[in-house]
């Protein structure tokens, strides 16, 4: 046990000390504290109590001139359409020619010069996305047809009431409403995947340099070999999970500073129910330990690191799959597909966490999926340590996972006889 | 402390590559582990240090089973190999803990043996950065960083050069005279001489010498003799000796500066130097024959040469 724990320590020192693990950390945890204060930083900027309904509102307070030409008075009311464009005021302009002339001297920002109740002309010195036309257009067909409703006597409202009745509905969710769970499922289940393959990848690496650089012999001699696996694995495991609780966390804490701001709209991702949490802790640990011991016994057949891609490859088609079928069955959490998934060790990470944060799914497929997974975790380790002791003072070409079992059992009756 | 391995045998697949290895080794005393590359003294020393199961056989320590793990043993392997990236005191300090020395002691033994190899400037020094040679001391330090009792060392010499040479030999001398039982392996045969008393030459995987290195010597030398003669080149000298002495002698080597005879059963050496005496040949050297190691090794492992 004691070496267990010197072998955790050193490894988890190999990560926390190593510079491109902290950068990386560092980085993801501000730009996800600083996505998530933006709305305040802006609100910052343009004074106190800004929410992000403000903010969409009434994005500038600078008028931008616009220049407006009517020399046959068109429109009754031209107060009534520079209302309906916020942002921006009108410069009347008595001739077409006025407007032209402060147009090219940047006078004013564009000009429109109005032909008939239904018809205008946009004059801009360069044209640009700037929203402007479009602004203008909405604004003088709205403008048109509230003339033409009070020439007939009609009021907005009356129009509004027939062509768009409000129509009053309520909704009882009695399962899940994985409409609103949706997103975060999604940010979990993608959060996992990046673990997996990443940390997947640096637990097989770790292992492999190693054997590269030698060292192995010198350990293995002087170290318990399960010690040795154990303490790599979990040393990436908990590294993997303290990098993401810097970073979700980060995330959640700059809302909750930020949550006004954003008037609640982002509630549905960070408030988060606790049995998502758990279940996303269980299954998530679990799947992420059996991969990462497969990786670990993978890194201990081959002899050069270039060579871990090629030799890890099959696993990582098989996280991909679990992966891609978890997706799909986000729309569908009560499908045939994922009900089957949530029992395969190798996609039950995914698939169970699916249906209990998004479907309906019973207690006892919850124990019996998780005792499922928790044992192929114990078998995956201590396969993982065996592999291990046998590969690593292999050197050479790759060693097949196959042709490595197969030997390990020869070795074994060799042994016992 | 009496390490006896007995009748060790090791296959890898069908292949068996160690056919039954005994050999003994007391503390206080170092045993030289020879035999050519491929012969099986590496194997045999990782089975020693439990890396490889054997098939077969026994290992004692004074008669009980010998299990690594119950004691201090100093591992310096043919591949060497720490962590380049990390800096030499932090690792060693690592392997210290993980074979079980308390803090102190391995931080005060660290402190010890840089300084006794004269490495100790490279304490806070990633390993990368150190010559090939300080690379090589500090794997010295990590195998006595945790005062072993038994002391394996694998080419110990390798990459070191005369001076840093001179020091591990006052180091290892050192540590056999401190009661420390040392298995060595290596191919410089010198070495060996200076400090093995006994030897063990692997050959196949089976061992083909084993003994007292000195009656080992004068057992190879008995009944032979080195002749050398001032007027005639040795490939001469062993033409005329086998022409001529044919009923007395039997050319065994021919060397840069003279030739080794065997003599025949019941062949005196006063006889052989009467009829040398009165033969056509100026006689610059006649004596017994003290074989070197080199000499030994070559004769008995040297068979595919």
Redesign the interface.
Known sequence: MKQFLWVLKFELENYFKNKSFIIVTLVLAVLAAGMVAVPSIIGGFMGDGKTIDDVSDHGNNDQTLVGLCDENFSIADIRELEEKMPGYSFDVHDSEQELRKAVETEDIAAGFIIRDKNTYTYVVNNNSFDGLSLEFKEAFLLQYQQEYLREKGLTAEEITAVSKPEIVSDMEVLGKDSVNNYIYTYILVFLMYVLVIFYGQMIATSITAEKSNRAIEILVTSVNSNSLIFGKVLAGAVSGIVQTVVILGSGMISYGFCREAWSGQLDFIFQIPASVWAAFACFGIMGYLLYAFIYGMLGALVSKTEDISKSASPIMMIYIASFMIAMFSMTNSDGFLVKICSFIPFTASNSMFIRISMGSVQWWEILLSGAILFASCIAAALLAAKIFRYGTMMYGNPIKLTKALKNLKQQENATKN | MRLEVKDLRK?F?EREVLHGISFVVESGKALGLLGRNGAGKTTTI?IL?????A?SGEITVDGRPFV??EFQ?G?L?E??????KKEVAEQII??A????MSAKEAKDNLNYWLKRLGVEEYRNRKLETLSKGNQQKVQLV?TLVCNPEIVILDEPFSGLDPVNSQVLKDVIQELIQSGRLVIFSSHQMSYVEEFCEDIVIINHGEIVLSGYLKEIKREYGKDRLFLAAEDQVPEILAGKITEQFADLLQVAAVKKDGVIVKLLDGITKKAVLGRLASADMELEFFGNYEPSLTDIFVERAGDQV
Request: aromatic fraction near 14%; avoid cysteine; charged fraction near 30%.
């Open positions: 296959s697949g990782r240090m439990d890396v490889f199961k098939n690594t793990k043993i591992y392997p591949e060497r190999g720490l962590y380049p690592y392997l803990r993980l074979r079980g990590q």
